[in-house]
């Protein structure tokens, strides 16, 4: 089958890859690919080779599969702003006492940063508790009863009958639904003491803090029938305060600041959750973003083991794929120490595999950043080893040798004999 018609009959069941960056390439770079092939064919012996279409598929995958893989590296040790190495995040180093969530859109400058946040007290309601009364004794003279509730600037009057014959119990329970009910700020408890047989009514305050640090509400009785010596709310206590309410007092960067809830808003671009009084100052500043680069990381592993998977295929009818397979594995066995401080294990066959906890500890440390750097030797070898497999996949290719070139003369160049032979007519940005 002509060349250009097993490239067409080929694409039709072949993806087509979009090109990247780094599929292109300066007039220099090209140069050098071509002086590559052109060495690779003089050095090349001239062989017989059985082009069925199982051996086209494999030679244009494992080409595919190796460009694909150096395009990753290379977009790995990228040393610019759009290096997942360079994506960092806002973060607190003590989350579980003061956590930060940047709002959609905003951002802090580097100079601003880091903060360092103390927090000496935690907001909580207010608290009246009040008096015990005997729980099944009717104590409160029967009739109309009104009272005032005061919670910040706003004032609710309330009207409560007490029918003769009342126990005191009924009453509390009566009052706590009647309030619950206003949905006006308060929620009631009843505490009960059956070695006393007496009870009380609890009034708390739904909203923590106060405006004020005294109160957020106030009960006070208005009127009640004349033959009673007091109002209601004083039988029962509910203007005692037993818990005054408490804001969150904190610092940030030396700074006092005082909110009455457990959140704060900083400079309009991130709001702090605060859980816990500090012992040591929250640090909240910029960190490595350690997702993006262990989701780059999963798919270059999987890329790279898919190589092995593609070649295994190819085992049984063709022996050399087996040389691939030694030659990727041992080029990353010499790197076995690197790789392991990254969380990163080479099988005995060469396949990679991920220890996620030292992974993410890598991410985080630059080490992973430093394995994938352009001066490192871990990264130019494997492209260097991808770039050989690309230019010449044939090498894996069982082939019948009919003479070897005869290194003494001069080299012959053929440039349409490389294309077949080394570089094939194909790539994936074609």
């Not at 802090?108 to 927090?119: I, Q």
């Not at 109309?144 to 009342?166: K, M, R």
């Not at 047989?197 to 106060?210: E, F, K, N, P, V």
Request: one cysteine or more.
């Amino acid at each position: 089958m002509p060349l250009l018609s097993v490239y067409n009959h080929l694409m039709q069941g072949l993806i087509m890859m979009r090109p990247n960056r780094f599929d292109t390439h300066k007039k220099s770079e090209l140069q050098n690919v071509y002086r590559d092939i052109m060495r690779l064919t003089s050095e090349q012996p001239l062989y017989k080779v059985t082009f069925d279409e199982s051996a086209q598929e494999y030679t244009l995958g494992i080409k595919n599969a190796a460009l694909s893989l150096s395009s990753m590296v290379k977009e790995l040790n990228t040393d610019d702003s759009a290096s997942v190495f360079k994506n960092q995040i806002l973060t607190s180093d003590q989350p579980e006492t003061v956590d930060v969530t940047v709002l959609e859109g905003s951002s802090l400058p580097d100079e601003s940063l880091p903060l360092y946040v103390e927090v000496s007290s935690l907001s909580s309601p207010q608290e009246n508790h009040g008096n015990f009364v005997p729980a099944d004794e009717a104590t409160l003279v029967s009739g109309q009863y009104n009272f005032t509730i005061g919670i910040e600037e706003n004032l609710y009057s309330f009207q409560f009958n007490v029918s003769n014959g009342a126990t005191n119990l009924d009453l509390q329970k009566k009052l706590a639904d009647f309030i619950n009910k206003t949905s006006i700020g308060l929620r009631t408890r009843i505490v009960q003491e059956p070695e006393t047989g007496q009870s009380r009514l609890d009034l708390i305050a739904i909203t923590a803090g106060s405006t004020d640090r005294e109160s957020s509400f106030r009960p006070a009785d208005v009127r009640f029938p004349e033959d009673a010596s007091h109002g209601i709310i004083t039988h029962f206590g509910l203007d005692r305060i037993g818990k005054a309410p408490v804001n969150t007092c904190f610092s940030i960067n030396g700074k006092q600041k005082e909110v009455r809830g457990r959140s704060y808003l900083y400079n309009n671009a991130l709001t702090l959750s605060i859980k816990e009084v500090t012992s040591a100052p929250v640090t909240i500043g910029k960190v490595t973003n350690q997702e993006p680069i262990a989701e780059k990381l999963r798919t270059f592993v999987n890329k790279y083991n898919s190589i092995f998977d593609f070649v295994k295929q190819q085992q049984p009818d063709n022996h050399r794929a087996k040389k691939l397979l030694y030659e990727l594995g041992t080029t990353l066995r010499q790197f076995s120490s690197e790789l392991g401080t990254c969380g990163l294990s080479v099988s005995k066959e060469g396949t990679l595999s991920i220890r996620e906890k030292e992974m993410y500890a890598a991410a985080g440390n630059g080490s992973l950043e430093r394995l994938f750097s352009e001066d490192s030797r871990f990264s130019s070898t494997l492209v260097k080893k991808l770039s050989d497999i690309a230019l010449n996949p044939m090498e894996y290719l069982n082939k019948t040798v009919v003479t070897y070139p005869n290194i003494t003369a001069k080299k012959t160049l053929n440039p349409y004999v490389s294309s077949i032979y080394c570089g094939l007519l194909y790539n994936n940005y074609c």
